[in-house]
């Protein structure tokens, strides 16, 4: 579950809420982020100018440096972070300081160059956002590979800390941005982000329409694939193939698409709480000249995962396969739970797509792999799911009664779905039982697996089914992993609800849902749909007992 306020929580169910979306849709030069060469006139201690490209556009502080009257003794400033810690966000900062009129004498001057020609609509700089510091004048010039200018843009009396230049540059091989004047006087230059495009957000009347489907595969024998369908307003025609100006032909696979979801505090404040809902890849798009309307379609990393080859390591242990998978393929931000490194394997015998490597591993560590809202991919062992399980939770013996007693999980009153939210009753069908199931265990040096067979004492009837993982290599792993499928086979009922939404709510969570006879099943969120046309509404699909 997304944290979200108290505030949130009492909101989200009302009868007369109000809810917004927001789509950021990022038209860049993916290839540019990686062939660059930045130098900068000057360089403070703390600063990191290779940062100014990695995409990330908030600092992770605000950090207190040496500038007269520049940070407050009011706890909102830290201590900048050490050379050798490397998760904070610092960006460029220069060692000069402009004077007291704000002029800085030589100009600061951060320079990109490329080894290959890049194009894009414009280029967006990000100043300090977290203390509203940014350069008042300052000019950017674009050069192509014969060193001939091919754009040049003065800017004066700037007086916001993100600067966007929307224009049509094409076949660049040098960026140079010289900054002359801060807009306060004695303090150094400093940019968090140079991205080499535009990043659009579309909400209000601007996005038409947004669809969302997230699925989890608890006993992971597939990876689904996330995805995002949003329509936005065309009227200006940017999209449109055959406009000179616009920007459909510096649209490619793979940009960056993240959504949120924002739900009103206060009815009539147009105070607003957003919840993330996802990062997603653009794979698709289409212009419709006659509605004025343009359609994306955009997928989860796993996507991605699909195309990536892998040549596996050899005698380890999950854990570290993993990372090699991930580290191979260019991710970056992944989570893998720690229990698999106790988990050893001998790895893949032959080559195979990423996507694939990482359903195996899901299932010989009895995990799910999904990619969460933040687009951190994520590795890990769920618990099973129980009467008890994340609402009950036995908290010690009784100082005085000795005996034991229970706490209620505080979210209960906001993790259930209940008639007054939903449009119909839940349909309820139940999923097939396993009575059998048959693994393949391929020892070290064995050419030929071993059949193991599995009974579910649980069930008379049921199907038989057969698993082959490269990764099981030893009867004792086998029999774990049978149980555990086993075990989660046997919560079969299958809730399908039409329903208001909750978009703090995702994949993985337990929830209560109310049937027709008055009681609450304890299901574990398997799909969500959310739909959004100026307003919020969806479906749930859960799993749990019967």
């Known amino acids: 579950m997304i944290q979200v306020s108290r505030r949130f929580k009492d909101e989200i169910y009302a009868p007369s809420r109000k809810t917004t979306a927001k789509v950021s849709f990022e038209i860049l030069d993916n290839e540019a982020y990686e062939d660059n060469t930045v130098s900068v006139t000057s360089e403070a201690v703390i600063s990191r100018k290779a940062q100014i490209t990695n995409k990330k556009r908030n600092l992770t502080n605000k950090y207190a440096t040496f500038e007269p009257n520049f940070f407050r003794l009011d706890g909102s400033f830290c201590i900048p ?15 000069d300081l402009c004077d007291e009129n704000g002029c800085f004498s030589p100009s600061q001057v951060i320079k990109f160059d490329f080894s290959e020609p890049h194009s894009s609509i414009g280029i967006t700089i990000t100043f300090d956002t977290s203390t509203n510091e940014y350069a008042a004048d300052f000019d950017i010039y674009v050069f192509d590979s014969n060193n001939q200018q091919i754009h040049k843009e003065e800017v004066i009396e700037n007086t916001e800390s993100l600067y966007v230049l929307e224009h049509n540059l094409d076949n660049y091989n040098r960026i140079t941005i010289s900054i002359k004047r801060w807009a306060n006087g004695n303090r150094r230059a400093r940019v968090t982000e140079v991205d080499f495009g535009l990043i659009k957000e579309y909400q209000g009347n601007k996005l038409i329409s947004m669809n969302i489907i997230e699925e989890m595969n608890v006993i992971g024998d597939t990876i689904p694939s996330n995805e995002i369908t949003f329509t936005v307003d065309n009227s200006d025609r940017a999209f449109n193939i055959l406009n000179p100006d616009g920007v459909y032909k510096y649209l490619r696979e793979r940009q960056e698409v993240t959504v949120e979801i924002g739900l009103e505090l206060v009815e009539g404040s147009d105070d607003y709480e957003f919840v993330p809902m996802g990062m997603f890849y653009l794979t698709e798009w289409k212009s419709d000249e006659g509605s004025l309307t343009t359609t994306f379609t955009a997928r989860d990393v796993f996507e991605l995962l699909e195309q990536e080859e892998y040549t596996s390591i050899t005698n380890t242990n999950l854990y570290l396969l993993t990372q090699d998978i991930l580290i191979k393929a260019g991710v ?32 010989a560590g009895r995990s799910v ?27 010690g013996y009784d100082t005085f009664t000795g005996m034991t007693t229970l706490e209620v999980d505080q979210d209960y009153d906001f ?82 609800t039409n329903w ?37 509404d969806g479906k749930t699909v859960t799993k749990g007992g019967v």
């Open 81 to 95: 972070p050490k050379q050798n810690e490397t998760n904070s966000e610092v960006g460029w900062v220069s060692s």
């Open 415 to 496: 993790k259930y779905i209940n008639f007054d939210n939903t449009y119909n009753e839940p349909q309820i069908e139940l999923d097939k039982l396993i009575k059998s199931l048959t693994v393949v265990v391929i020892e070290d040096g064995s050419e030929e697996g071993q059949e193991v067979t599995f009974i579910n004492s649980a069930v008379k009837t049921g199907d038989s089914l057969k698993l082959e993982n490269p990764l099981i290599n030893t009867v004792q792993h086998a029999q774990q992993i049978a149980e555990w499928i086993i075990n989660e086979s046997n919560l079969r009922a299958l809730y399908d």
């Open 369 to 395: 792999v999904y990619q969460d809202r933040f687009g951190v991919v994520t590795i890990k062992q769920l618990e099973l799911l129980t009467e008890s399980t994340g609402y009950l939770n036995f908290s």
């Open 500 to 536: 208001r939404q909750n978009p703090a709510l995702e994949c993985g969570d337990a929830v209560l849902v109310e049937d027709g006879f008055g009681a609450k099943k304890k299901s574990r969120i398997i799909k969500q749909e959310f739909n959004f046309e100026g307003y919020l």
């Open 332 to 363: 970056k931000n992944y989570q893998i739970d720690s229990k698999l490194k106790q988990i050893l394997t001998s790895g893949f015998k032959e080559k195979l797509n990423s996507r694939n490597a990482l359903q195996y591993v899901g299932l």
